[in-house]
């Protein structure tokens, strides 16, 4: 077995084991500090990189919303592509200063790791070869010749694995010491790489939000606000701001502002009180904005995505209150059902009160129990299937965001 003192011929016992083993330790740490840093450093760089790809594809996306005969289009072109450039820049530098000096740091690890290694290796023939030599030294027949022979393979041994051991001894203390300069140049190239790549993304924020401003300001009127409105926003229910639908594509909702023109001054319109819902397209709202007023008939609204009954049955759940006919009566639906939607998305519950959808599934909705807890752009309901597997509304009902749904009955 390998000793824990080293011994040299003809000399007392010596301690530089239990130094080395503090220096193989150190040198253990420092090689899972380099790696793990080595592997965020890898990860953060994935993250930049996706940061660009999403940043550029927001930019194209204002490229093609952007109308050629607005003002300011060629300006915030401009912005999009400093902006790319600003990415790449960043990400290309932080490979330069950061993961290409990492990679070198880390370079000098395997090679020492091998001599260690083999320094251990070494070590168990030394040992031997001392152990031969003072038996033969001990025993009561003494022969010279065998000797001679175990004392030359003893100082062979000897200066093989002291020359591995004293370079050893002076490169991993040394190696050791580094890794504060290494931590501190590291962090140092991020932050500062960091900083002036927020600092010159920030000016081209402040651009873009100057030339959106000088549009806003050329192009107030009402019409141009129906047209710019985004059409996935999804108002927050109390303190929460659920996510859109993905893909953009949110379902169609009763959207009475837009889709109903305003009526002459004194005209009462069911619902016109309700704010805008947060989700109707803008394809959708352009559309109605080019209809005029009074012209859609009672069998035409009955017949569209978006009819003038929506319009009342959203208003009862509003008001707390059930209108006629809305099956409040029939024993297989829910006490107050109103009508049926059909989640278009996967929606995440992100609290006790809210329902967990999956795309496809069908949603019995029905009033709140207290109008003043509903939340602009949130119904309240019970999935079709949990209603007709448990008849229980206190354990299965939640409120989800209407807009990740389309109304179907």
């Excluded at 289009?73 to 330069?96: P, T």
């Excluded at 081209?204 to 009127?221: F, I």
């Amino acid at each position: 077995m390998m000793r824990k003192v080293l011994q040299k011929l003809g000399k007392a016992d010596e301690t530089k084991d239990e130094q080395f083993e503090q220096c193989v330790q150190n040198f253990n740490k420092q090689l899972t500090e380099g790696t793990r840093l080595q592997k965020d450093l890898r990860t953060y760089l994935a993250s930049v990189k996706a940061m660009h790809e999403a940043s550029k594809k927001l930019n194209e996306c204002l490229q093609e919303v952007y109308e050629p005969d607005w003002p300011g289009r060629d300006e915030a072109s401009k912005i999009a592509e400093n902006n790319d450039l600003l990415w790449m820049d960043y990400h290309q530098k932080l490979v330069d200063q950061a993961l290409l000096t990492m990679d070198t740091y880390l370079g000098q690890f395997p090679d020492i790791k091998s001599r260690i290694a083999k320094r251990g290796r070494k070590l168990v023939d030394y040992d031997s070869a001392r152990h031969h030599y003072e038996s033969l030294q001990t025993a009561k027949k003494k022969d010279e010749a065998k000797i001679a022979k175990a004392e030359e393979e003893l100082i062979k041994a000897q200066k093989v694995f002291e020359e591995m051991n004293v370079d050893l001894q002076e490169e991993l203390p040394s190696l050791w010491n580094s890794r504060v300069g290494f931590y501190v140049n590291t962090f140092q190239s991020i932050a500062g790489l960091e900083e002036n790549f927020h600092k010159e993304m920030s000016k081209l924020n402040q651009n873009l939000n100057d030339v959106l401003v000088s549009l806003e300001k050329q192009h107030g009127s009402n019409t141009f606000t129906v047209k710019a409105q985004p059409s996935d926003s999804v108002p927050a229910k109390g303190n929460k701001s659920p996510s859109p639908p993905p893909d953009g594509s949110p379902a169609a909702t009763p959207e009475i502002r837009v889709n109903h023109e305003p009526e002459p001054a004194g005209a009462a319109t069911p619902g016109a009180a309700l704010p805008k819902s947060p989700s109707q397209p803008a394809e959708a709202s352009e559309a109605a904005g080019a209809q005029e007023p009074g012209e859609t008939t009672a069998s035409e609204a009955a017949s569209s995505s978006l009819p003038a009954v929506v319009v009342e049955t959203f208003s009862a759940t509003v008001n707390g209150t059930v209108e006629s006919g809305s099956g409040a009566g029939r024993l297989d639906l829910p006490p107050g059902f109103m009508f049926k939607v059909q989640a278009q998305h996967d929606y995440t519950a992100t609290d006790t009160d809210e329902l967990q959808l999956k795309a496809g599934d069908v949603v019995l909705v029905i009033p709140f129990q207290n109008p003043e807890e509903q939340d602009e752009g949130w119904l309240m309901g019970v999935k079709e299937s949990d209603w007709n597997q448990h008849k229980e509304l206190e354990k299965y009902r939640g409120v989800f965001p209407e807009n990740f749904t389309e109304r179907v009955q």
